[in-house]
């Protein structure tokens, strides 16, 4: 069966350093992979998704950027991060019809 | 650009009741999805809608799509209190989500 990895899981950073979220897909090849934020109380916004390594399409252009060096492998990343990047970011893969959605990680800019 | 939109957003219910939660969408999808997150938690997967017509059941949940109209519904019978979530529908292409409906069922 298809897995999504994430981590870690809660984050705590202060705002101005750097950040890197690392998703990884255990069971398929070759899936479409998404990168989505969750602001307390609210819905998930897409900012990121992939259909093969190295190709990456934005849909909210801000200090965030994405990375897919491995079939398996769709990086999350930010040089200086804001006090609006707090939420919860999920990675979520489809691959045959079939969709999952990792675990997630918390993050808190202080 | 494709828009997801969800309602009711929020919806409190008694236990027992029958409600009924509308998705639509704004262009031509193969796929509808819903999902449930409870707080502070990822999201469960629901249902994956195929075609026009479709319809499945689990438990007290049935979720449909009507391409034509490109509606989704999720229908819940005889709320119990262990259905209070949020439920998002999602539609493939860039696998956009509605903003979701935050369920509470009462006693």
């Known amino acids: 069966s298809q897995t999504i990895h994430q981590w870690p899981a809660t984050l705590v950073q202060p705002v101005g350093s750097p950040l890197s979220l690392e998703c990884t897909v255990e069971g398929t090849s070759n899936p479409n992979l998404y990168w989505y934020r969750q602001a307390a109380g609210r819905g998930l916004q897409l900012l990121f998704y992939s259909v093969g390594i190295g190709q990456i399409s934005s849909e909210v252009p801000q200090n965030l950027s994405a990375s897919r060096p491995q079939d398996r492998q769709f990086i999350l990343s930010s040089k200086k991060l804001l006090l609006s990047d707090s939420g919860f970011y999920l990675c979520a893969g489809i691959h045959g019809g079939e969709q999952y959605f990792g675990p997630g990680t918390r993050l808190t800019v202080t | 650009e494709l828009k997801v939109e969800q309602n009711p957003l929020f919806l409190s219910m008694q236990e027992g009741k029958n409600y009924t939660i509308y998705c639509n969408y704004s262009?031509?999808?193969?796929?509808l999805y819903w999902y449930r997150q409870d707080p502070g938690k990822s999201l469960e997967s629901l249902f994956v809608l195929l075609s026009n017509g479709a319809v499945k059941q689990e438990g007290r949940l049935m979720a449909s799509l009507d391409t034509k109209a490109r509606l989704s519904t999720l229908h819940i019978t005889a709320a119990v209190h262990d259905l209070s979530a949020t439920y998002f529908c999602a539609v493939e292409g860039n696998l956009i989500f509605g903003k979701g409906t935050k369920l509470s069922v009462k006693p």
């Open positions: 262009t031509t999808s193969d796929r």
